[in-house]
């Protein structure tokens, strides 16, 4: 979780002269820059003529007025932007939010492969919808099990928008020497896992009739793998069976003992969501 009370100077605007840029060629090179472009503004001159196309990364509310600054040196003839130490940072927060329908798992030398394709983000249960065009997202991110930062288990090494959400490959070491991964890989290979739930931070997010929110772009810093994902459709669907041979006593014993976590995990998860529902019934 992020400290709320955390300062980081950041890049707050970048403006684009409209005398050297036209509105479509200013988004574009902000886009292939990785500025975030849904928050668009303009600025214009005494005439009301556009003289600047401003893209807004974050509202000057959320920034030390008396930090502000503005850089030009490091950007083309025509480009420049604001800078300012940022008062705090919304929390990295954990979803689940498409459904992911996996092609297939298998062993591919020392590593198990998990490639899945992401349907059309739904509503999750929390009444929140994230779009997967608004994603930003560096790679190889970690693939984590839980959401628990301090143990990767994995890494997710392709992830690219398309039309229906996401399409992603993962990867998790079959003989690390680790507990905590090979009891991933057992719980993947056993289909125990079947849920996948993204960690990201969001940047530009707008109420909605489902009492959520609607998270227009984030940036998403990992991938987990659940057994009980915020979305109801978020999972992986199809397990492809490694080989013929029957598991043996250790591993007959693990998938016993990881049933009986996985439908205690779901049990308590559908008490939660039942009380947040009572919950927010009540401040209604």
């Known amino acids: 979780m992020t400290d709320a009370n955390a300062k980081t100077i950041s890049i707050q605007a970048l403006w684009v002269r409209a005398d050297l840029f036209n509105q479509a060629a200013a988004k574009e090179w902000a886009l292939q820059h990785d500025f975030i472009t849904d928050n668009q503004r303009t600025k214009t001159d005494d005439a009301n003529n556009i003289t600047h196309y401003i893209f807004v990364q974050y509202e000057?509310?959320?920034?030390?007025?008396?930090?502000?600054?503005?850089?030009s040196d490091q950007f083309p003839t025509g480009i420049s932007a604001t800078t300012a130490e940022r008062k705090s940072m919304e929390p990295i927060e954990s979803k689940a939010w498409s459904t992911f329908e996996v092609k297939g798992i298998s062993e591919d030398g020392e590593r198990m492969l998990i490639?899945?394709?992401?349907?059309?983000?739904?509503?999750?249960?929390?009444?929140?919808?994230?779009?997967?065009?608004?994603?930003?997202y560096k790679l190889p991110m970690p693939l984590l099990n839980g959401h628990s930062h301090s143990d990767p288990v994995g890494s997710v090494d392709a992830l690219t928008v398309t039309s229906r959400g996401l399409e992603m490959?993962?990867?998790?070491?079959?003989?690390s020497g680790l507990d905590y991964v090979n009891r991933a890989f057992l719980q993947v290979k056993a289909g125990l896992l079947k849920g996948l739930s993204i960690g990201f931070r969001p940047l530009t997010s707008e109420p909605i009739k489902t009492g959520g929110r609607l998270f227009k772009t984030m940036e998403i810093f990992e991938i987990s793998l659940v057994s009980v994902p915020a979305n109801s459709g978020a999972g992986i669907t199809a397990v492809k069976k490694f080989d013929g041979q029957q598991p043996d006593l250790e591993e007959q014993l693990f998938n016993a003992q990881a049933k009986a976590l996985d439908a205690k995990n779901r049990a308590a998860a559908a008490i939660q969501n039942a009380e947040s529902v009572l919950d927010r019934c009540k401040v209604r």
């Not at 490639?115 to 930003?136: F, H, L, N, W, Y």
């Not at 490959?169 to 003989?175: F, L, M, R, V």
């Open 60 to 71: 000057p509310d959320q920034a030390d007025i008396e930090t502000f600054r503005t850089i």
């Open 115 to 136: 490639k899945g394709i992401a349907s059309t983000p739904e509503t999750d249960r929390d009444g929140d919808v994230v779009r997967s065009d608004g994603a930003r």
């Open 169 to 175: 490959e993962a990867s998790i070491p079959k003989d």
